[in-house]
């Protein structure tokens, strides 16, 4: 096929897969981040705050507690409420004992979704009034 503007179709071919390369890359790279920015900022709206012995943040605590057994994927959310119907903790004393490694929130029996979600869904509604609260008072500026 001849191009109407002179392209060699091998260069066009080539830069795309270089393009494609690169932008996998990013990709990668944003996603790894992403998932543990997420984490970390919903490990905080469920109130979990402050930091351990070494002065590491308590979100920071639990996600990489999660992500080093590989199930950082199923959400620091699901894992957090499970344990709060388990263990009848706060997210906080949760947050606690996993920083003093005297609880795994990965090896607890996984509860029924229904229980999950009522244990945890005051504290959602919580942290959403919260956040409506803060953002009336900065519009009132």
């Known amino acids: 096929m001849q ?6 179709f091998k260069r066009v071919e080539y830069a795309r897969q270089i393009a ?7 990709q990668n790279f944003v996603s790894n ?13 469920l109130g979990i705050d402050g930091v351990d012995s070494n002065q590491v943040p308590l979100p920071n605590v639990v996600t990489d507690e999660l992500k ?7 959400g620091a959310v ?20 996993i920083a003093n490694e005297t609880l795994d929130i990965t090896k607890l029996n996984v509860v029924p979704y229904e229980e999950r ?6 504290l959602i509604k919580a942290s959403i009034e919260k956040i409506k609260s803060n953002r009336a008072k ?3 500026y």
């Open 20 to 26: 494609k390369s690169i932008a996998d890359d990013v």
């Open 78 to 97: 699901f894992y957090i409420s499970n344990a709060m119907v388990n263990t009848s903790l706060n997210p906080q004393e949760i947050a606690e004992k």
């Open 117 to 122: 979600m009522k244990a945890i869904e005051p």
């Open 68 to 74: 080093s057994k590989g199930v950082l994927s199923h």
């Open 33 to 45: 981040y992403t998932t543990i920015a997420v984490e970390r900022t919903l490990c905080r709206l």
């Open 3 to 8: 191009s109407k503007l002179g392209l060699d």
């Open 138 to 140: 900065r519009e009132q």
